[in-house]
């Protein structure tokens, strides 16, 4: 589950697979990428957009999958 799939889906959709509705995301990201943009030191990218990270943050608080089963969601390792 990805936010390219997520997004194509209708509002009660994505709130229904996310967790929250779609304006409060939009909400969130922007918090991200402010604080994204306040860092000082950037070290190395992420292999996951923000809006994947987002994702992943929240199907990790929501459904409590280990970070094993979020890494093969995502197709990264468990430490990422």
Known sequence: MNYLTLKTLPP???KRGVGIPLPLFHELLEVLKAGELTKKKSGR???????D???????YWREYR???HLGLSYQVHEST
Do not use: C, K, N
């Open 45 to 51: 990218p992420s292999p996951l957009s923000l809006e």
């Open 66 to 68: 280990t970070l094993f």
């Open 12 to 14: 009660s959709a994505f």
């Open 53 to 59: 990270q987002l994702l992943l943050t929240l199907g």
